[in-house]
C-alpha cells in the first residue's frame, strides 16, 4: 500500500501547528480586547482623562497662536520692514534735494 498525502507525521504535526497559531491569535485578539475594557474602565484612564482636559483648559486660555499664523505674521512684519527701510531712504533722498529747512 501506498502512503496517502498529508497522512504522515509531519502533516500531523503541520495541522496541529497550524491549528495552535490559528487558537493562539484568537487567544491573543481576546486577551487584547479584554485588557483594552480593563484599561478603560480603571482609574488610569480617568486620570488620562482628566489630565488631558486640564492641559486643553490651560493651552485654551493662553493666549498661543498656530505655527502657521506665526509663519504668515513673520513674513508680513519682514515686508513691512522692508517698505519702511525704502520709504526712510526715500524721505531721506527728498530731504537733500530740498535742501535744509528754512527758519523763521
Given at each position: 500500500?501506498?502512503k496517502?498525502?498529508?497522512?504522515?507525521?509531519?502533516?500531523?504535526?503541520?495541522?496541529?501547528?497550524?491549528?495552535?497559531?490559528?487558537f493562539?491569535?484568537?487567544?491573543?485578539?481576546?486577551?487584547?480586547?479584554?485588557i483594552?475594557?480593563?484599561?478603560?474602565?480603571?482609574?488610569?484612564?480617568?486620570?488620562?482623562?482628566?489630565?488631558?482636559?486640564?492641559?486643553?483648559?490651560?493651552l485654551?486660555?493662553?493666549?498661543?497662536?498656530?505655527?502657521?499664523?506665526?509663519?504668515?505674521?513673520t513674513?508680513?512684519?519682514?515686508?513691512?520692514?522692508?517698505?519702511?527701510?525704502?520709504?526712510?531712504?526715500?524721505?531721506?533722498?527728498?530731504?537733500?534735494?530740498?535742501g535744509?529747512?528754512?527758519?523763521?
Amino acid at each position: 500500500m501506498g502512503k496517502r498525502p498529508g497522512t504522515g507525521a509531519a502533516a500531523l504535526l503541520s495541522d496541529r501547528r497550524n491549528a495552535m497559531l490559528s487558537f493562539s491569535a484568537k487567544t491573543l485578539d481576546e486577551l487584547a480586547a479584554k485588557i483594552g475594557k480593563a484599561v478603560e474602565a480603571s482609574p488610569a484612564k480617568d486620570i488620562e482623562k482628566n489630565v488631558k482636559a486640564l492641559l486643553q483648559g490651560g493651552l485654551a486660555r493662553l493666549d498661543v497662536v498656530t505655527r502657521a499664523e506665526f509663519e504668515t505674521q513673520t513674513a508680513v512684519l519682514l515686508k513691512t520692514r522692508e517698505k519702511l527701510e525704502r520709504l526712510e531712504a526715500r524721505v531721506a533722498e527728498l530731504e537733500a534735494r530740498a535742501g535744509p529747512p528754512a527758519t523763521h
